[in-house]
């Protein structure tokens, strides 16, 4: 929600780099559900002359459901709350962002690779969550989960509006979803151009506006 990326992915860094857009040295959670695979928790300080692995410093990876494969790395020495085998969901606190490795700068290093095993741009991933798939008793046919009990929408003459009242979190990117509706960048520029949030950006303010007007069933649909 309130995450600042300060090192976009291209092919010299085939990651992100993210820092909380208050500095905090804030908790770290699972981007989806899946398995943990690797954890290193030993790495005390930053070391600029490292190599391979190593300049992770104190790292997570994660097997997912889909098959691909995150890995979080940098992390503060001692606060990785985690451990190989373990099944993990969505949103749960893996670490605390940190400076080790070869860091300059406390900041979460987010890879993310495929099932071949390539790496891509974690925002394919960010932006678009995979589905949740259900398998009929016959596995003849399957159908995409939708939630029917926060689905509100609320219609006037003029204008439709989006409404999640029954969430009570704190992630507009989350509460979209909830409620069946496009989570992406581009859409939510788009929701706070038509709600007068000017000049969105993705910060921790205009996402709490957003995430009020929708809560308040006061958010106008695109």
Do not use: C, F, W
Request: no cysteine; aromatic share 6%.
């Amino acid at each position: 929600m309130n995450e600042v990326i300060t090192n976009n992915y291209d092919q010299e860094h085939m990651a992100i780099d993210l820092v909380a857009s208050d500095k905090s040295d804030t908790n770290i959670i699972a981007m989806e559900d899946g398995t943990v695979k690797t954890v290193i928790n030993n790495v005390k300080g930053t070391n600029h002359k490292s190599k391979g692995t190593a300049t992770y410093g104190n790292y997570v990876e994660i097997k997912h459901t889909d098959g691909k494969t995150s890995l979080y790395a940098h992390m503060k020495y001692g606060s990785i709350q985690v451990h190989e085998g373990q099944k993990i969901n969505k949103g749960d606190i893996i670490g605390t962002i940190g400076e080790t490795g070869n860091a300059y700068g406390k900041h979460l290093h987010l890879e993310v690779r495929n099932a071949n095993n390539v790496k891509e741009n974690p925002l394919n991933s960010l932006n678009n969550p995979p589905k949740q798939v259900e398998i009929t008793p016959n596995n003849k046919t399957t159908q995409t989960k939708q939630s029917t009990s926060t689905i509100k929408k609320v219609t006037n003459t003029t204008n439709t509006y989006l409404k999640a009242s029954n969430y009570h979190y704190g992630s507009i990117v989350d509460a979209l979803k909830s409620i069946g509706e496009n989570s992406s960048y581009s859409y939510r520029k788009k929701l706070a151009e038509n709600n007068g949030i000017t000049g969105y950006h993705g910060s921790y303010s205009q996402n709490i506006k957003l995430l009020n007007l929708l809560k308040s069933g006061k958010l106008k649909k695109v």
